[in-house]
């Protein structure tokens, strides 16, 4: 879509205004000033900014970064459990965000939250090979060949193909680091279970190049930036 076409979709200016705004240098497209109204831009994946400011929140899409507690559930209702979304405290409309991908009940840290279901596809997808990296605790020592199998694949149970490469870092005895780009169920737990062990802490430290904020202590969030949006939906 033309660039102006877009700017006043997306906000109350009309095109001749939004037209003005570009030739300003008002508006930036993946960080770029770009002064030419008919300039085709991608919706689903160009952040732009106008006066600095993402228009993906005009449009409703809303980009969340969590670190979130044990206890919790990646789901938007439970009549059991306490969800994640009740520790988004100062956000409207719930039901309208999801998270991307899930992490079990008693496992901590980064989880993704949106309203934009192509950018979390761009994430969940094996096909886009987003690595997701865990700090997992584990009950005994690891056995010798553990890397050499996490990197050629595992067959986990009860399922037909191998889980796909995956990296696998010693930290001490009993901790390391594992990344992967896939989710399947419980696929960590049934990752060490399928190498004889059992994991007992599970920590996820980073999507992609996004890792979680020191900042952010437990059950803490805050809104990724426009560039931390645009760096996570990338597809190539
Ligand atoms: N793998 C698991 O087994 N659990 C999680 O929460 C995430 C990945």
Same mark, same amino acid.
Not at 72 to 77: K, M, P
Not at 84 to 95: G, S
């Given at each position: 879509m033309r660039l102006d076409k877009y700017l006043s979709q997306c906000t109350q200016l009309t095109r001749s205004l939004a037209t003005t705004a570009i030739r300003q240098g008002r508006v930036r497209v993946n960080e770029k000033i770009i002064k030419s109204s008919s300039q085709k831009i991608n919706e689903d994946t160009d952040i732009v900014l106008l006066n600095g400011q993402a228009l993906a929140d005009k449009l409703g899409h809303r980009y969340f970064i969590l670190n979130k507690p044990a206890?919790?559930?990646?789901? &938007?209702?439970d009549l059991e459990h306490k969800v994640?979304?009740?520790?988004?405290?100062?956000?409207? &409309?719930?039901?309208r965000l999801h998270t991307v991908g899930r992490l079990d009940v008693d496992t901590t840290g980064l989880v993704l939250i949106s309203d934009d279901g192509q950018w979390s596809h761009t994430i969940t997808s094996p096909k886009y090979h987003q690595e997701k990296t865990y700090h997992v605790e584990l009950a005994q020592p690891l056995i010798e060949d553990a890397q050499e199998q996490v990197e050629k694949g595992i067959m986990l149970h009860g399922e037909t193909h191998l889980t796909k490469p995956g990296k696998l870092e010693h930290i001490s005895d009993t901790h390391v680091s594992l990344s992967i780009t896939e989710g399947r169920y419980h696929q960590v737990k049934r990752m060490f279970a399928a190498l004889g062990n059992r994991v007992v802490g599970l920590h996820r430290h980073s999507i992609g190049e996004l890792a979680l904020d020191e900042t952010l202590q437990e059950g803490e969030y805050r809104a990724l930036t426009p560039q931390e949006v645009l760096l996570l939906g990338k597809t190539s």
């Open positions: 206890g919790f559930i990646c789901a &938007n209702h994640v979304f009740e520790l988004l405290n100062n956000e409207i &409309n719930l039901d």
